[in-house]
């Protein structure tokens, strides 16, 4: 492995006044370089984003909206601001016959802080929520009894069917009949599948819930056009703009006219003060990216590459939970190799390729030692990898499941690296 460079473009300044964090971040650069990353929810941001989410913005405090806030000096941010929601409304309006009638907050930090802003809007604090359960590929923020949405509100969750760990639409109908909630969450973390969002909105209308749509992890999909849009179904959809999207580590939040208020009361001064306007500007810039026919051409490539990877690994005798994937994400069942999901995860890691351990539905083992791991196809799509890189890799996988041992590891991380110099990765300077 070559030496990192701690004064890579751009961090001249940095070299010299912090040699320790720019050390740290140019060891964090060649790790990302020479591995093999398929955490579902991470990604590469272009040198573009990058550029604008490190600029002076963050020197400014920007409290309230575009044209109404409480500092002066907001002629830049103002625009700024206006250009992420105007780009955002284009991307993810289109399913409405007029655009313009999709309101956006492109303020929340994060997706957490996105979800939280939708209870604080719409629920109040004793009343109801459904969400998807963890165990079952759902979010903690949609109701999990460790995080404050299953604290402060009940929450009562519904599940995927026993037969085919697909959404149990049933299930959600009859809980939503019997315990009446005033929100319904639909939206995953750890789920193979195709959303219905339709399905849930008229399960929502039964009960007078409202139906939000939380499509953190594959919004890239939906504004590429490759999963179908909740936009214009559900009353509310929440976002972080960092996974498939490649954007800044951020949130937004998308909604119908009728509801801007009590989302945009709900964010600030809700729950936050001033916007992170850096994270804004590179959020824009990663909307104006998403909009172009080479976002569309990775987005089909993530489903291309986690599909053809889902079936050479079945053909290797691993078991999918579902069978296969629909979008960017793979849960698979380690129990037939004879393997935990975390020393196989940790094997993995020493190999080269970087995942993490997860529980499958109706998993037997405990969440810190579960049966699974997530993989997902975000990172490799854009680097440009391919069908024939992710028949490679599973043959990678297969031969960790086989032997964990660390000179099999160390071979495979080598043959890892030598793959991966062959598609430098968006945004590193190695
Ligand atoms: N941490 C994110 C994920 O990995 O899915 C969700 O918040």
Known sequence: MSEPSQSAPGRAALSVADPEIASLIAREERREADKLR??????????????????????????????????EGQQIIDEV???????????????LADPAQLHVNVQPYSGSPANLAVYLAFVKPGETVMGLGLAAGGHLTHGHTVSITGKFFHSVPYGVRKEDHRIDLEEARRLAREHRPKLIWCGTTAYPRTLDFAAFRSIADEVGAILAADIAHISGLVAAGLHPSPVGV???????????????????????????????????????????????????????????PEFV?????????????AEALKERGFSL????????????DMTPKNIGGKPYAQALDRAGIVCNYNAIPFDPR???????????????????????EMK???????EVAKSQAPEVCDRIAAEVREMCGHFPAPGLSV
């Open 38 to 71: 398929l955490i579902a929810s991470e990604n590469y941001a272009s040198r573009a984003v990058l550029e604008a989410s490190a600029s002076c913005l963050t020197n400014k405090y920007s409290e309230g909206y575009p044209h109404k806030r409480y500092y």
């Open 81 to 95: 601001e206006e250009l992420a929601k105007s780009r955002l409304r284009a991307l993810f309006g289109k399913p």
């Open 234 to 292: 559900a009353d509310v959809v929440t976002s972080t703009t960092h996974k498939t999207l490649r954007g800044p580590r951020g949130g937004m939040i998308f909604c119908k006219p009728e509801h801007a208020s009590a989302i945009d009361r709900a964010v600030f001064p809700g729950l936050q003060g001033g916007p992170h306007n850096h994270t804004t500007a590179g959020i824009a810039v990663a909307a104006r990216e998403a909009s172009t």
């Open 297 to 309: 051409a990775y987005a089909r490539r993530i489903v291309d590459n986690a599909q053809t990877l």
């Open 321 to 332: 939970v579902t069978g296969g994937t629909d979008n960017h994400l793979l849960l698979v």
């Open 366 to 388: 405990k969440p810190m030692d579960p049966s699974g791991i997530r993989m997902g196809t975000p990172c490799v799509s854009s680097r440009g990898m391919g069908k024939d």
């Open 392 to 398: 490679r890799l599973a043959g990678f996988m297969d």
